[in-house]
């Protein structure tokens, strides 16, 4: 772990220390309830004031406060700043700028966490660190790059999350990273970022606004957006990911990619073709994987050859790719499998994992359990009936619609053609669950967080079984 001395935390933040911590500090948390021993608390304020809480992170061996007044009930060091949020974030970007290996950000409207997780393991776990979970936001970045180890890590793969306007120019700064990865941009997050034209213009951000970025590699629809041929036009190299024939020599600036797969003696088996201008097709065997997970899998592709990465590792590694929990896993048992891809969902992601799941269990009868799409705003309603509009099922499959923002489906739903009595509406998971629990065939569990549609699967499900295969 890396260690930080009092004066530079205290140059670097632009804070004074009420007295020095006695021994270098060890890391950093903004949990009182989940201190290390030397760790220093980062008193956050949020739904609950981290002043608060000092005695707690004490108790756990805390060495010390980062803080924007002096608690005088707290015998620990307190580093005194103007704002805590901003003195992490200038403290975090300090400790990257010693860091001399390359920094890869990675941001989207859906794909990150599975992108960043392919990277990591492409780059090989000894010597790249990467984002733990979702720690992708103001807070969650810096603790990030503070878990750098400047003298055993090579690269860093940081995930960048936003909300809000605003928040990917500090991200951008703080993480200054060599090259970035978006994935998509897509309707989410809408809520906080306005329309879909705003979520390009923020995602870009992580390219132009830290004025670190040799190297861009994004998805052709991109283009679209004027922010996405600014940044074609500037002096970052740009890699443009396209589906095309890797037969054939792409234009200068973009990347040929498609997927292949096939059943043999042993099961189904998944190709990605990756074409890079100036080199020969590159074949490499892939996990089973929806399409937009294919493309995140090119990205990260694209990335790990740019940054030196060999062919004959990224062969040997790809295929040990698997998807994280709740993330586009599928589970078995009894007879019955569950695809699980609930973390989070907006229209796209939610496409994506229908289209998926339908096509892997095209021979079993489907229940599709969906859950609402948070953060669209005042999109809410015609995004998700506009997504209804687009699914279609076969005779033998039926639709369960969990929770009040999933009735919003149920109109472009019908208007695709699928009978009402294929359709079933309930208010929430518990009265989901025995409509789940006695299907006999597949099913789909996607939609939002807050609809905690994780709690249908039953608990004697797991992960054996050949249907193991991974969502965008």
Known sequence: MPFFDPESLAEWSGGEWSRSPRNLVSGFSHDSRRMESGEMFVAVRAERDGHHFLRDAAKLGASS?????????????QLKTSDVGEAFLRIAHMHRRNFEGKIIGVTGSCGKTSTKDVLQLLF??????????NFNNLLGVPLTLLRI????HLKAVVEAGINRIGEMDQLAKAIAPDLTLVTMVASAHLEGLGSEIKVAQEKARLIQDSGTVKTAIFPEHCLQFDEFREVQE???ECLVLKYGDPMEEPPKGFLFFDTK????MVGDAASLRLRRRGYPPLSLPLPIVSEGMASNCALAVAAALELGVSEDEIFERLPQYKPSALRGKWLQGRGNFYYVDCYNANPASMLDAIRFFQRQAQDLPKLLTLGGMEELGDEG??????????INIGPSDKVLLVGEKAQWLKAGILRSGIEKESIQSVGDVLEAKSL?????????????RANALETLVPNWATEEGKMDYAGC
Do not use: I, M, W
Not at 124 to 133: I, K
Not at 436 to 448: N, Q, R, T
């Open 234 to 236: 500037s002096e970052v």
């Open 124 to 133: 090989g776990y000894d010597t790249c660190l990467a984002t733990n979970g």
């Open 65 to 77: 406060a980062l803080v924007d007044h002096f608690v005088a009930d707290s015998d620990l060091p």
């Open 436 to 448: 789940v629990s006695e299907f006999e065939g597949a099913v789909l569990l996607k939609g939002s």
């Open 381 to 390: 309603p015609r995004l998700h009936q506009d997504t209804g509009s687009k």
């Open 149 to 152: 180890e400047c003298s055993v």
């Open 261 to 264: 797969t096939e059943t043999n």
